[in-house]
T-cell receptor
Framework: GIQVEQSPPDLILQEGANSTLRCNFSDSVNNLQWFHQNPWGQLINLFYIPSGTKQNGRLSATTVATERYSLLYISSSQTTDSGVYFC???????????FGGGTRLMVKP | KAGVTQTPRYLIKTRGQQVTLSCSPISGHRSVSWYQQTPGQGLQFLFEYFSETQRNKGNFPGRFSGRQFSNSRSEMNVSTLELGDSALYLCASSWTGTGDEQFFGPGTRLTVL
């Protein structure tokens, strides 16, 4: 099956700093999503981005499908951005999402 | 529009018991998928249902089963619980399940003693 790797595994930032989270995948995909897992465990949708670039407020994402990676940018980070960020890939067959190991982000005030 | 709902939110069981978890998808969504999250294995796909039929299945033992009703609500059942079944169980819904965006519920946290 497809392999999904996220980096870095852990990230500590000072409030106001910018960051880039990376997701590498091993095969072609037709669905890529970024999620933020809140402290209670719920996965919050950030982006549905199989290719191209999208922006939503302080967050933006870029997926380069031909080079098999996606980037999540967080600008002017806030303490509420803390949590775990996951990228998830759907392969061409089936509807299963394969998740990366996540990036645990801590934003300090 | 209401999001995906899951009940119960927390559950404590003992080894050998069985448990049933419930998931109500977003109105109009017909695909429901289930995932297990543990610290050691991360997020893993259990199975997916569409129009009351299991369409995909992950690599889990037969103790894990599910079903979907005509209103798209889904249940998953775990029989003969083991300590290793302690996990956060998440369900996700999407329109058709053919690559469209999936939305997750708040999860059910199961503890097996």
């Amino acid at each position: 099956g497809i392999q999904v790797e996220q980096s870095p595994p852990d990230l500590i930032l000072q409030e106001g700093a910018n960051s880039t989270l990376r997701c590498n995948f091993s095969d072609s995909v037709n669905n890529l999503q970024w999620f933020h897992q809140n402290p209670w465990g719920q996965l919050i949708n950030l982006f549905y981005i199989p290719s191209g670039t999208k922006q939503n407020g302080r967050l933006s994402a870029t997926t380069v499908a031909t080079e098999r990676y996606s980037l999540l940018y967080i600008s002017s980070s806030q303490t509420t951005d803390s949590g775990v960020y996951f990228c998830a890939i759907r392969e061409n067959a089936g509807n299963m999402l394969t998740f990366g190991g996540g990036t645990r982000l801590m934003v300090k005030p | 529009k209401a999001g995906v709902t899951q009940t119960p939110r927390y559950l404590i069981k003992t080894r050998g018991q069985q448990v049933t978890l419930s998931c109500s998808p977003i109105s109009g969504h017909r695909s429901v998928s289930w995932y297990q999250q543990t610290p050691g294995q991360g997020l893993q796909f259990l199975f997916e249902y569409f129009s009351e039929t299991q369409r995909n299945k992950g690599n889990f033992p037969g103790r894990f089963s599910g079903r979907q009703f005509s209103n798209s609500r889904s249940e998953m059942n775990v029989s003969t619980l083991e300590l290793g079944d302690s996990a956060l169980y998440l369900c996700a819904s999407s329109w058709t399940g053919t690559g469209d965006e999936q939305f997750f519920g708040p999860g059910t946290r199961l503890t097996v003693l």
